[in-house]
């Protein structure tokens, strides 16, 4: 042997063999045979040759069609009747561009599909050597360890490794199907391209890898216990909800690919909802805010009973106080929306309407906060506009019995709203 990997390899099969070919009741002769016929089976210069007939059968992909579509495979049986996919083996280019893409996620594993029999001879190949590469990268590099192990009396090397290679050979031409799901893709200057959808398998379980490390950890369940019982913890722990979990392959995962029968068949899906969106209780203004988010409606009870203040027979201390208060409640009010409207710019800073008038764009934009500690010409309209709001909206909701108000009046509101206008900065 030339390697201490390729040893143990060979040490195993011939372990689980001779444990599933003999039996207590055999002759002491007849376990000897056995254990000859095991000795010549897996003899490198007889299995070697063997197993580069038989991998022909597997490929190695990053992307399996079967889990797509279960009845698309490679190999010459599935081309001969129509469901044959061009294995496609994809590495990607790791660039710091914040896309998820294959090659930007750290997944140093290809799968492969094909026949399930000849997994074996895969797992051979797979097998990493003292110096870190795979036996497969040596081959393939041609190096003294791969020479020295394809130098097979009776053998050619060079055919030897051209078998053993085509389990990442590609056939000539591109080759797609029916039941996979197709695309036209708009290229610049080329028109459109077709496209086949396939699954990167690799990138399937390695976040199912991650999720699981998440949730069933042992550091997460300790944290869990702690959160149970009440008690402190500094680490804390995350926790993923909603996590749907589909199976490929059914009672057979192995026909799918290497790497969904190594994970049961069983991959995680993340929940993918558009956010849901919760009423806003405030229309943002775009042309006026007294026009556009403070309704009089909203003030029908304020209004009227300030009519009836308006109406009473007799106008004495306790009536004027009264119809302050309802002229407050209007302010108080004015005030509320007011707050509702910045706090709602802040949360999408990057939208402004550009028609409102521009003491409206101080009062109420959040990055005009400074220019709102001094007051100046733009507070003095704003008070003059709520007075004017307050006149409007009483007459519009009583109609017809509203009582024509004047300036007077309308300097009388004005007074009382430039003793709140501290409370509109």
Same mark, same amino acid.
């Given at each position: ?135 497969? +990268? ?174 009473? +027979? ?17 302010? +108080? ?50 008070? +003059? ?41």
């Amino acid at each position: 042997m030339v390697d201490a990997a390729i040893e143990g390899f060979f040490a195993e099969r011939k372990e689980a063999w001779l444990k599933k070919n003999l039996t207590t009741a055999m002759l002491e002769v007849d376990v000897r045979s056995k254990e000859q016929e095991c000795e010549s089976m897996f003899a490198l210069k007889n299995w070697l040759p063997n197993a580069a007939h038989r991998i022909e059968s597997r490929a190695l992909t990053t992307h399996p069609s079967k889990f797509t579509h279960p009845s698309t495979g490679v190999g010459k049986k599935n081309q001969k009747n129509g469901t044959y996919v061009t294995p496609v083996l994809f590495q990607g280019k790791h660039e710091k561009d914040g896309f998820l893409k294959t090659g930007n996620v750290a997944c140093d594993v290809i799968d492969s599909v094909g026949n399930a029999g000849e997994l074996d001879v895969e797992e051979f190949l797979m097998l990493r050597m003292c110096d870190g590469y795979r036996l497969l +990268d040596h081959i393939e590099k041609e190096s003294e360890l791969a020479q020295k192990l394809l130098s097979i009396e009776g053998h050619s090397v060079s055919e030897l490794r051209r078998q053993l290679l085509v389990i990442k050979k590609t056939s000539e031409g591109v080759v797609t199907n029916s039941r996979i799901k197709q695309i036209f893709f708009p290229v610049y200057g080329e028109g459109y391209h077709q496209l086949s959808l396939l699954t990167n398998s690799a990138y399937v379980f390695e976040l199912r890898k991650r999720i699981d490390v998440i949730r069933f950890s042992e550091q997460a369940k300790q944290q869990r216990d702690l959160k149970r019982q009440n008690k402190h913890s500094e680490l804390g722990f995350k926790e993923i909800y909603n996590i749907t979990t589909i199976g490929f392959g059914g009672t057979k995962p192995a026909n799918i690919s290497v790497l969904n029968n190594q994970n049961a068949g069983k991959a995680h899906l993340l929940l993918s909802m558009p956010p849901e969106l919760s009423p806003r209780a405030t229309r943002l203004p775009t042309r006026n805010f007294f026009g556009d988010t403070l309704y009089a409606r909203q003030l029908q009870e304020t209004f009227q009973g300030f009519h009836r203040l308006l109406i009473a +027979d007799h106008n004495n201390m306790r009536i004027r106080e009264g119809r302050n208060h309802r002229i407050q409640e209007y302010i +108080d009010q004015v005030i509320f929306k007011m707050w509702q409207v910045r706090k709602a710019f802040e949360a999408q800073p990057h939208s402004r309407p550009e028609s409102l008038p521009g003491y409206q764009k101080i009062w109420l934009f959040p990055e005009h906060e400074p220019d709102r500690m001094e007051e100046g010409q733009w507070l003095t309209t704003l008070v +003059d506009e709520v007075a004017r709001h307050f006149i409007n909206s009483y007459e519009k909701v009583l109609g017809k019995a509203a009582i024509q108000l004047g300036d007077d009046e309308l300097g009388a509101f004005n007074r009382i709203v430039e003793q709140s206008k501290e409370a509109l900065l």
